[in-house]
């Protein structure tokens, strides 16, 4: 097998970066198709605001699900108009819409991120739901973003919440990736992990030790800094790369097994995958030392380490294997971490890593 990597062809950071994405458009052409949700409209630069589809750009309303009759609508205005590029502006069901129906058009797109709180804006795959909101399917683009640009300005103003779950969702990077060049398996691009694939994994871990409850704090304070600016890049760029170049593995497959219950759904991706990630690391014989070291780091920040905080406490028996049965389905990135890993192994790991969160919990207060 090959070694296979993916990047995004330009990323750009930085305060008012926004004010770049016009002459970003121009690069691809004369006619742009902006896709935004209500509340990162107000982020667009005025005069996009107001322009109609006979305009230079155009704006898409985003109904709220990335789903096939959303992207239907797309489609359409992009071809109506014939767009050159697309832009996604706003969180992961926008961007993923952009991206679908942009690679569908055969059209680059520019993906705009308002929050950092996940890996997806950099990648070359994304999620449609049912127009109820269920997992549908994953899809893979031809080529990954042409441009992301990530406005400083904007990401200290959003919810800290939003990049607290981004932490959730870069902390198991580097532990997945590692899973998959220990064990040969394929990554998210279809290949063998490149040493730029792991070593950014590995860089996106040692920003969030050092710099993720300074930037928490910043976030909540709404300061542009640069432990936030740090971190900013590690959710959005080197998760980015780090996952799809790197590979998946249990805490992803965790994370899909705790949307089986509905309790769960209030709870940010980020979330999930980093409670995945506490009880995928029962799998994988990892030190009780580097185990330690990510429990200190999510109780620090606010990532959810008990069942309790997941939303289900108590929970019975009969739930519990149903999470851990979806989790090692056919297919699941549960394997990557080595051979005959079963539901019964992941229903221990679930059970073990809450007690443990609660150890952490009552420890550091
Ligand atoms: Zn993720």
Not at 68 to 75: G, S
Not at 220 to 247: D, K, R
Not at 252 to 271: P, R, S
Not at 285 to 299: L, N, P
């Amino acid at each position: 097998m090959n070694l296979v990597a993916c990047f995004p062809g330009k990323y750009i950071q930085g305060r008012r970066a926004i004010l770049n994405l016009e002459k970003m458009m121009n690069q691809f052409g004369d006619k742009a198709v902006i896709l935004t949700s209500p509340t990162a409209r107000k982020y667009l630069p005025a005069h996009f605001v107001h322009a109609n589809s006979s305009s230079q750009v155009s704006t898409a309303h985003f109904g709220g699900e990335c789903s096939e009759e959303e992207l239907e609508a797309l489609m359409q205005q992009i071809c109506n108009e014939r767009a050159d590029v697309v832009v996604g502006m706003g969180g992961g069901k926008v961007i993923d819409a952009a991206k679908i129906a942009a690679d569908r058009a055969e059209v680059p797109v520019i993906i705009v991120p308002t929050i950092a709180s996940t890996d997806a804006p950099c990648s070359g795959c994304a999620v449609t739901y049912t127009n109820d909101g269920v997992f549908e399917k994953v899809h893979y683009q031809r080529m990954n973003p042409s441009v992301v640009l990530v406005d400083m300005d904007i990401i200290a103003k959003a919810p800290v919440r939003f990049l607290v779950a981004g932490m959730g969702d870069a902390l198991a990077t580097w532990f997945e990736a590692r899973s998959c060049a220990a064990t040969s398996s394929v990554n998210e691009c279809g290949g063998l992990s490149t040493m730029a694939g792991q070593n950014l994994a590995r860089l996106c871990y040692d920003i969030l030790l050092e710099y993720g409850l300074q930037a928490k704090l910043d976030n909540e304070a709404g300061v542009v800094s640069q432990a936030l600016s740090y971190v900013t890049e590690a959710n959005i760029l080197l998760s980015g790369i780090g996952f799809e170049s790197g590979g998946l593995a249990s805490a992803h497959a965790i994370h899909n097994g705790l949307t089986a219950l509905e309790e769960t759904h209030a709870f940010y991706h980020g979330e999930k995958v980093a409670f995945g990630l506490l009880a995928g690391l029962n799998l994988n014989g990892t030190a009780d030392h580097e185990i330690e070291e990510v429990y200190r780091f999510c109780v620090s920040v606010g990532l959810p380490v008990t069942l309790a905080e997941l939303g289900i406490a108590g929970v019975t028996k009969e739930k519990l294997m149903q999470v851990a049965r979806k989790s090692v389905e056919t297919g699941s990135p549960i394997h990557h971490e080595g051979r005959g890993i079963t539901a019964e192994n992941v229903y221990d790991a679930l059970l073990k890593a809450d007690v443990t969160g609660q150890r952490f919990i009552a420890e550091m207060g």
